[in-house]
Nanobody, 123 residues
Framework: VQLQASGGGLAQAGGSLRLSCATS????????MAWFRQAPGKEREFVAH????????YYADSVKGRFTIWRDNARNTVYLQMNSLKPEDTAVYFC?????????????????WGQGTHVTVSS
């Protein structure tokens, strides 16, 4: 399964960006999808997860109420809408896929990873 993240860039604090992650998975709906991020000098951290059919989502406390994850199984794509951006949201954002219906906030639970897209938020 190949994942291709896009949509990163530069935004001002309070602004918005939308990330996309297109996949090559033939059975995209078999995978739970997530976004992680990694800031310079820090470990990769969980941001959000959406289950296979898009009906249930999970968020890190740091982004809850500001970010929204959803998926379009017809387009094999998962999205992350980021609003009210803060400078501390600056990071490389990665999409990831894991088989099955469970959700996890740990990186080792996800088998497939995209290449990352840079998000920079200026104050």
């Amino acid at each position: 399964v190949q994942l291709q993240a896009s949509g990163g860039g530069l935004a001002q604090a309070g602004g918005s960006l939308r990330l996309s992650c297109a996949t090559s998975a033939r059975t995209f709906s078999a995978y739970g999808m997530a976004w992680f991020r990694q800031a310079p000098g820090k470990e990769r951290e969980f941001v959000a997860h959406v289950i296979w059919d898009g009906t249930v989502t999970y968020y890190a406390d740091s982004v809850k109420g500001r970010f929204t994850i959803w998926r379009d199984n017809a387009r094999n794509t998962v999205y992350l809408q980021m609003n009210s951006l803060k400078p501390e949201d600056t990071a490389v954002y990665f999409c990831a896929a894991r088989a099955g219906s469970g959700y996890s906030t740990t990186t080792y639970a996800y088998l497939f990873w995209g290449q990352g897209t840079h998000v920079t938020v200026s104050s």
